[in-house]
């Protein structure tokens, strides 16, 4: 019953901005923690950014003063905003919730060009 859809990928030049949704469904987004992963061709899939309950949100160092983490608890809904686009942020983006049940959309592909 519980469902993550990301959405908001594409291709984009080095440099532009993206914000990536996750529509959440069976699951409210407002009282669990939510995180973004991403996975890079033959790469294995790595930590983005989580937003838990009750503390500020915390991102890898690699996107840190570039991406934001947000909810809508209105819309049920998961955002990551990405600025300032760098080719090595290509991937698959994935939302994830664990509440204490373990969640994976199935991704969103983001491309940045050089």
């Known amino acids: 019953q519980v469902q993550l859809v990301e959405s908001g990928g594409g291709l984009v030049q080095a440099g532009g901005s993206l914000r990536l949704s996750c529509a959440a469904s069976?699951?409210?987004?407002?009282?669990?923690?939510m995180a973004w992963y991403r996975q890079a061709p033959g790469k294995q899939r790595e930590w983005v950014a989580t937003a838990t309950i009750g503390n500020t949100p915390t991102y890898a160092d690699s996107v840190k003063g570039r991406f934001t983490i947000s909810r809508d608890g209105a819309k049920n809904t998961v955002y990551l905003q990405m600025n300032s686009l760098k080719p090595e942020d290509t991937a698959v983006y994935y939302c994830y919730m664990w509440n204490p049940g373990v969640y994976w959309g199935q991704g969103t592909q983001v491309t940045v060009s050089s």
């Open positions: 069976g699951v409210i987004v407002g009282t669990n923690p």
